[in-house]
């Protein structure tokens, strides 16, 4: 077993970790208090290839491995939680489905252009007012075919990135008969005429990462917007978010990464009772149980995305990764806050907004309860 991250992985993690330190960190306070979104930043990724994580270098890609796919996604999240989920939407969610199952003509004329960072971003919508994690029962948002177009109606919520996108990927039923094999994915450019992308929603974290309710009102778009196969958008669907899972134990990764450092910093400059705190057992402790979680999770969320890259199967591995992982980063931003006293609660401080930041996770791209039955259905069918 090899531990060891190679000379490109180590390479390209620095690379990535100094534009983070440079472009991103210094501006996390920044987009959290304005909740704008990062776009001079965002820009210069193109070049560097982060935003083609998903994406073959043929169509404009970085083509780089999901190990290093998984680091780039930490690294961001490392420098801002907002930034980090926008770019982890973009690739995970917003263009690999295109990647993966979509037509060669589908592939030249949006994937160059999304990774490029001279235009918008990709965007995937899914959720449902009322459904929440029910998909396949819960998806009322329908595609009718008329002529050669695909007429759709309906509404999403929780659209990450639905304003600064070029297009939404849609699930879509296109089979009233209802079962698995009733939705399908369907690419709808956002300057599409019926689609009304509503303000972006007021947030307790990740404020500069936009999220919006989407409406469908006879939006018309080609036949050949279709991605994958008709009727099979729910197997493409949950195979995206076994990907995707992994983008977001991985930014967990980052932002408690960061709670940690910010935490360690201030232990060991605040004193109390004539020492630093870092002297205490009790912050010694927290700190200690900080280092050994992050490390825990690192390795669950490298080992699934070693396995994906490896083309084993690992929708086990990743949703335990992604609940470890996110479940860590939450306590350490909450002990990192701890550690912080008062000064913790104020926004002053990094740690503040990262445990905002963190919140999410659990919830998004599958909840921890979800999650979890994903990883006891493995359990016992493997048993």
């Known amino acids: 077993m090899d531990f060891e991250l190679n000379e490109e992985q180590r390479m390209w993690q620095k690379t990535v970790h100094d534009f983070v330190a440079a472009e991103i960190k210094p501006k996390a306070h920044e987009v959290d208090e304005n909740a704008t979104f990062n776009w001079e930043a965002t820009r210069k990724m193109g070049p560097l290839g982060l935003l083609g994580l998903s994406i073959p270098e043929q169509y404009g890609g970085s083509g780089v491995d999901a190990v290093s796919a998984a680091i780039a996604i930490e690294e961001i999240g490392w420098g801002c939680g907002s930034t980090g989920l926008a770019i982890a939407a973009h690739n995970g969610l917003g263009t690999s489905p295109i990647a993966l199952y979509a037509t060669d003509a589908i592939k030249k004329r949006w994937l160059p252009l999304v990774a490029s960072g001279r235009a918008k971003l990709g965007a995937l919508a899914l959720t449902e007012p009322g459904a929440g994690s029910d998909l396949q029962g819960g998806v009322r948002t329908k595609a009718e075919k008329s002529g050669g177009e695909w007429v759709i109606n309906g509404a999403k919520m929780w659209c990450t990135n639905a304003s600064i996108a070029e297009y939404i990927i849609t699930l879509v039923r296109t089979n009233p008969a209802g079962g698995s ?70 930014l967990s990764l980052g932002l408690a990464q960061s709670a940690l450092e910010a935490a360690l910093d201030y232990s060991k400059t605040r004193q109390t009772f004539g ?86 996770m659990t919830i998004g791209e599958g909840t921890s309860e979800i999650n979890r039955m994903v990883i006891a259905r493995q359990v016992l069918l493997s048993h």
């Open 181 to 250: 094999r009733s939705l399908s994915m369907i690419l709808v450019p956002t300057n599409t005429p019926g689609l009304t992308i509503h303000p972006a929603e007021k947030k307790m974290g990740l404020k500069g990462s936009p999220t919006h309710a989407v409406t469908y009102e006879d939006v018309r778009v080609p036949l050949e917007n279709l991605i994958g196969e008709e009727n099979r958008g729910l197997q493409q669907t949950l195979a995206t978010l076994d990907g995707g899972r992994i983008s977001i134990g991985a």
């Open 275 to 360: 020492k630093p705190i870092a002297e205490h057992q009790a912050i010694q402790f927290m700190l200690a149980d900080a280092a050994t979680e992050i490390d825990a999770a690192r390795l669950m969320v490298y080992r699934a995305a070693w396995l994906k890259e490896k083309g084993r199967p690992y929708s086990k591995e990743a949703a335990m990764a992604k609940l470890f992982a996110t479940e860590v980063g939450e306590r350490v931003a909450r002990n990192a806050i701890q550690i912080h006293g008062g000064y913790g609660y104020s926004r002053e401080y990094p740690v503040e907004r990262i445990y905002r930041d963190a919140r999410l």
